[in-house]
């Protein structure tokens, strides 16, 4: 009986070199599961470029939906950006698509998943690690860790040689990821990081800046508990607005990021990121939250968001880590709702007014004009006992330089505590033993 090995197939470069290399060199039948996550294909010719490659069949999962609820709206209510910038396209759904070949190799009853990604790059750690998480018992193959081929022109020579068409321009083409959330390019010019990058020929879904309208858009976003609900007052399903967003945001040059980034394996690599919808969303997301979470929480959960981001983009989503950290992030969403305006223009976006029935802003306490919650008076009080340490260390240091102790140290320091004063000369001797005159 045949091996069965599951291939997360794309229908690039890649995948479509690995299936007559997984026929070669092991004795197998290879079923292409492709993901869809919102990436822009033609599912029928990618199918159909499968089998014709060898693939005995090829199954397409539509898991839009899910990977918008379960994967995207978790990472927005966070706020997690890798190293400020990265608003984590590539590592939100790899988790999904781990789980999803997890599913395909459990129906076939296969022996092994493989995928297409490299050694270098982080996407091997995120689809291991998530395969290891849910089958620890699948067997995994990276073809790029053990094959002979050292470079994309090595792939292309090797469908050459095998009569099968490529699937990318040989000149012109970047290394591309794209879903519903981003579109990445690596490759050709951004490998070096001082040319700038060719944002015409490059760009997918996203004008340059320069080449937006000199009109400003608005557009207003309604959340509920810290989810996007609705788009310019009517209510849609998350993949909607997304895309609603991503057409508006791509026509006004809005979240294009020229990254380079830091590696899980340890190297630092180049990217530029299309994330016009998603780099409104979070815009709108962070300023209802100034609005509706006090500072303390607030505050902790920059932190929080910081540790995510390092896990999503680490290829550790299934783990209990994550897991408590979204459950965390929940709590803190339970009034987070509301509508948010923004102002997009050449590439900028500008908060135009926010409002919340879960507002903490309080009007009497923010104005200049003194209110009943809020006496001026107070604050003196409030200051010294909070800067107490502050001035405890400038008078110290004073003392350091002069040589004299500082008046006020002085005056503290001369005050001797008082021994509590009798009531009377001679106590009046009453009942008890303490009364009691003693016996000779």
């Known amino acids: 009986m045949k091996k069965k090995i599951i291939l997360a197939y794309s229908g690039g470069l890649d995948t479509t070199v690995i299936i007559p290399w997984l026929k070669e060199n092991q004795d197998c039948d290879v079923i292409a ?22 693939a005995s069949a090829c199954y397409i999962a539509d898991v839009k939906k899910e990977y918008v609820e379960e994967y995207i709206w978790p990472a927005l209510k966070a706020g997690a950006v890798y190293e400020d910038k990265y608003l984590l396209g590539t590592s939100t759904a ?59 022109q090595d ?24 879903n519903l959330w981003h579109i990445s390019h690596e490759g050709l010019e ?15 879904i996203t004008v340059a800046p320069e080449k937006a309208p000199n009109k400003p858009e608005y557009v207003e976003i309604e959340f509920e508990k810290g989810i996007p609900v609705a788009l310019n007052g009517k209510k849609l399903e998350g993949a909607a607005i997304i ?12 979240g294009i990021t020229d990254l380079v980034e830091n590696r899980v394996v340890g190297m630092k690599s180049r990217g530029v990121y299309e994330t016009p919808g998603g780099s409104i969303l979070y815009y709108a997301h962070q300023e209802l939250e100034h609005i509706c979470l006090d500072r303390q929480t607030y505050a902790f959960k920059q932190q929080v968001s910081l540790k995510l981001s390092e896990l999503i983009y680490g290829g550790l989503w299934f783990t ?82 002069s ?31 303490r009364g009691r005159p003693k016996k000779k």
């Open 94 to 152: 790899r988790p999904l698509i781990a789980k999803v070949l997890v599913e395909y190799a459990r129906k076939e009853k296969a022996q092994a998943i493989a995928h297409g990604a490299t050694g270098k790059g982080n996407d091997q750690i995120r689809f291991d690690l998530g395969i290891t998480a849910l089958a620890p018992d699948l067997e995994i193959i990276a073809p790029w860790r053990v094959w002979k081929l050292k470079s994309r």
């Open 190 to 204: 951004l490998e070096d990081p001082s040319a700038e990058p060719l944002l015409k020929k490059m760009l997918s």
């Open 320 to 401: 209990p880590l994550r897991e408590a950290i979204s459950a965390f992030v929940d709590v803190t969403q339970q009034n987070v709702s509301g509508n948010v305006k923004l102002k997009l223009y050449k590439g900028s976006i500008n908060a135009a007014g926010v409002s919340s029935s879960d507002s903490l802003y309080n009007a009497s306490l923010a104005s200049f004009t003194t209110g009943e919650l809020f006496n001026h008076a107070d604050a003196k009080g409030f200051i010294k006992l909070y800067g107490l340490p502050v001035l405890v260390r400038s008078l110290m240091e004073q003392e350091k330089k």
């Open 155 to 178: 792939e292309m020579r090797y469908l050459a040689k095998r009569k099968i068409p490529l699937p990318v321009d040989k000149k012109t083409s970047y290394s591309m990821d794209d």
């Open 33 to 54: 599961v492709c993901v869809d996550v919102g990436q822009a294909a033609d599912w029928k010719a990618i199918q159909k470029r499968a089998m014709a490659t060898g």
């Open 243 to 254: 895309n609603q967003l991503n057409k508006i945001g791509g026509a006004n040059g809005i």
């Open 403 to 433: 040589g004299v102790k500082p008046a006020a140290l002085a005056a503290t320091a001369s005050k001797k505590p008082k021994a509590p004063a009798n009531k009377s000369a001679n106590p009046k001797k009453t009942g008890g033993s």
